[in-house]
């Protein structure tokens, strides 16, 4: 199957500062990445949809200006937590299709953002 | 706007018996997939099984298998022969075309050695 990585796994960082967490797709083009949010025992939220060279969707509720998001090429998006703050501690999972396999998302591994 | 509805929190099963997760959907389409997605201790979440609504014929790989009952908008998952390996959280997800897919509650699976 196709491959997702995302970096880094696990960051912590200071109340205030912001965060960058990279998504790849490594052997395919992704023209539409995903980024979820997941709580603790809770299911997956999708937060935005990254479209390659043009602006990010959100979805309802979502900051915009808080979580960044950038698609500048076919295998890389990030998400920019910016200002972040311990309410904004959560996991974090990219995702991307290839085109191949009708509506099948593949996945990163997660980040784990924690803010002290 | 679709609905994924898994009704099952938590279920458990001894090792090398059979158990099987329930899942509902709402849609207005014809048009779909449905998907069964695991996500181990790891996080990583892994596609278990697919199903293409226009086809009848119930998905099928290896151990797991689907009951696809497109009327009453259900989706099930079965797990024959259960093993250690397979505790982890279990997603029921609907997806359309290259939209994104909607994800389910969740349910907890335990194996019982």
């Known amino acids: 199957g196709a491959v997702v990585s995302q970096h880094p796994s696990r960051v912590i960082c200071k109340s205030g500062t912001s965060v960058k967490i990279e998504c790849r797709s490594l052997?395919?083009?992704?023209?539409?990445m995903f980024w979820y949010r997941q709580f603790p025992k809770q299911s997956l939220m999708l937060m935005a949809t990254?479209?390659?060279?043009?602006?990010?969707?959100?979805e309802q509720g979502v900051e915009k200006d808080k979580f960044l998001i950038n698609h500048a090429s076919l295998t890389l998006s990030t998400l920019t937590v910016t200002s972040a703050h311990p309410e904004d501690s959560s996991f974090y999972i990219c995702?991307?299709?290839?085109?191949?396999?009708?509506?099948?998302?593949?996945f990163g591994e997660g980040s784990r953002l924690t803010v002290l | 706007a679709q609905t994924v509805t898994q009704s099952q929190p938590e279920m458990s099963v001894q090792e090398a018996e059979t158990v099987t997760l329930s899942c509902t959907y709402d849609t207005s389409e014809s048009d779909y997939y449905l998907f069964w997605y695991k996500q181990p201790p790891s996080r990583q979440m892994i596609l278990v099984i697919r199903?293409?609504?226009?086809?009848?014929q119930n998905a099928t790989e290896n151990r797991f298998s689907v009951n696809f009952q497109k009327a009453a908008k259900s989706f099930s998952l079965k797990i024959s022969d259960s093993q250690l390996g397979d505790a982890a959280m279990y997603f029921c997800?609907?997806?359309?075309?290259?939209?994104?897919?909607?994800f389910g509650q969740g349910t907890r699976l335990t194996i019982n050695p």
């Open positions: 990254s479209n390659e060279g043009s602006k990010a969707t959100y």
């Open positions: 997800a609907y997806g359309q075309g290259a939209q994104k897919l909607v």
């Open positions: 052997d395919f083009q992704a023209t539409t």
């Open positions: 995702s991307a299709r290839t085109g191949s396999e009708p509506g099948e998302l593949f």
């Open positions: 199903q293409e609504a226009y086809k009848q």
